[in-house]
């Protein structure tokens, strides 16, 4: 039997009911209604709409942000206007008491899919990095989800690399995610003069024509980002990492990010970690919360 696994994000939804084999079908994205009490009430509807036409009765549900998977309390998601906000409890209710569900974090539940899903189960322990607007992550060890004490582990974009730098929307200073992610190459491009609001593209575009002025833009927030990803792997040693999110899974800015991260790489025999890009695209999520919440409910035939 199929699970239903819904990756709630700040402008979309992305629904789909998700076999054993990791196989999704019946995908919908719907736009992101609202915050705070409408976003709930828009899960629970399309949860109702799936339920009355397929046989669920396994539910999972990952939204951006801090949750605890044990309690389902979405500590803070602010895209969603959520803070606090026990998420199995409001949904709870709406539901027969039959069908488990399962709240976790987007990015665990993308780096759980690629694990399972992705080609990529034997290696056993892999870090995922996904670079947008911010940076989130993921991270496997052992064939497990890092989770910590929390539910907080894996969240890599606010890793403390520059000590009273940049300050953060997280309230702390010199964020990961302040130098090398799609917000980062977008001041840095603007900086040099690409003054628009498409300005990280329009630099990316005109880095890969061959403008030298571009490359400097790119390479430098490339290089912040593959620093990252060296102290990533010094403690972690995982078999790989993995890029995913819009400008992470962009070729050239891969290419540069590669290249960063062999030039400070600083542990040998360890020093290249193989870096490659997230296989299952925008249906990570989706997989990952159906997946998560199928083996919390012990649901029979999951190995």
């Known amino acids: 039997m199929s699970a239903l696994g819904l990756d709630v994000g700040g402008t979309k939804i992305s629904a789909g009911l998700v076999d054993l084999d990791g196989t999704a079908t019946e995908v919908t994205t719907t736009p992101t209604i609202g915050s705070g009490q409408a976003v709930v009430d828009q899960v629970a509807s399309i949860i109702d709409g ?10 999972g549900l990952v939204v951006p942000g801090g949750v605890d998977p044990r309690t389902g309390v979405v500590t803070a998601a602010s895209n969603l206007g ?40 034997l290696e056993g322990s892999l870090v995922l990095v996904t670079v947008g607007t911010g940076i989130g992550g993921g991270i496997v060890i052992d064939g497990r989800v890092v989770q910590g004490l929390t539910g907080a582990g894996g969240e890599v974009g606010h890793l403390p690399l520059h000590p009273g730098g940049r300050a953060c929307e997280c309230g702390s200073s010199g964020c990961w995610e302040q130098y090398a992610s799609g917000r980062a190459l977008h001041r840095a491009a603007q900086a040099a003069g690409w003054d628009s609001e498409t300005a990280g593209h329009d630099v990316l575009r005109a880095a890969g024509e061959g403008n030298e002025v571009a490359a400097v833009v790119v390479g430098e927030v490339a290089a912040q980002l593959g620093h990252g990803i060296t102290v990533l792997t010094a403690v972690l040693d995982p078999a790989l990492v993995l890029l995913g999110g819009g400008l992470g899974t962009d070729p050239l800015f891969q290419a540069f990010v590669q290249d960063a991260a062999s030039a400070v790489a600083v542990t040998p025999p360890r020093s290249r970690v193989p870096i490659g890009s997230a296989a299952l695209g925008v249906l990570a999520g989706v997989i990952g919360a159906a997946d998560l919440a199928r083996r919390i409910g012990g649901e029979v035939g999951v190995q």
Request: glycine content about 4%; hydrophobic content about 45%; charged content about 20%.
């Open 50 to 59: 799936y339920r009355a036409a397929h046989p669920v009765e396994t539910v």
């Open 82 to 121: 959520w803070r606090n906000l026990d998420l199995l409890a409001a949904l709870r209710p709406r539901l027969p008491p039959s069908v488990a569900l399962h709240v976790d974090n987007d990015a665990n539940a993308a780096a759980w899919a690629e694990h399972r899903f992705g080609g990529h189960r």
